[in-house]
């Protein structure tokens, strides 16, 4: 499976910007899906996921209440509405995809099969 994000870019604290993830595949659709993020000189960390029905979403406590995540089936393509971004929400972004079909409760990094290619997310202050 190949996973497209883009959506990335540059905007001042306060502001939204919204990342997309098409992802190949007719059965894509099946899968749980995911946001991460890596900051420069720190770890990869988990931002959001959604079940593959869509009718379970997961949060990082630093981004609750401000980012949602959404997908269309039909476009096989996961979205990330980012709102009242801080300059700590740098980074680049990198969506996954679950290793299996049909996967329950949150997309931890041990469960994730595929990797996008990132995009970069610049807060200024």
């Known amino acids: 499976v190949q996973l497209q994000a883009s959506g990335g870019g540059l905007v001042q604290a306060g502001g939204s910007l919204r990342l997309s993830c098409a992802a190949s595949?007719?059965?894509?659709?099946?899968?749980?899906m995911g946001w991460f993020r890596q900051a420069p000189g720190k770890e990869r960390e988990f931002v959001a996921a959604?079940?593959?029905?869509?009718?379970?979403?997961y949060y990082a406590d630093s981004v609750k209440g401000r980012f949602t995540i959404s997908k269309a089936n039909a476009k096989n393509t996961v979205y990330l509405q980012m709102n009242s971004l801080k300059p700590e929400d740098t980074a680049v972004y990198y969506c996954?995809?679950?290793?299996?079909?049909?996967?329950?409760?949150?997309?931890?990094?041990?469960?994730?099969?595929?990797w996008g290619q990132g995009t970069q997310v610049t807060v200024s202050s």
């Open positions: 959604i079940s593959y029905t869509g009718s379970s979403r």
């Open positions: 996954a995809r679950d290793t299996q079909p049909y996967g329950v409760g949150a997309l931890v990094p041990a469960r994730v099969g595929s």
């Open positions: 595949g007719r059965t894509s659709s099946s899968y749980a």
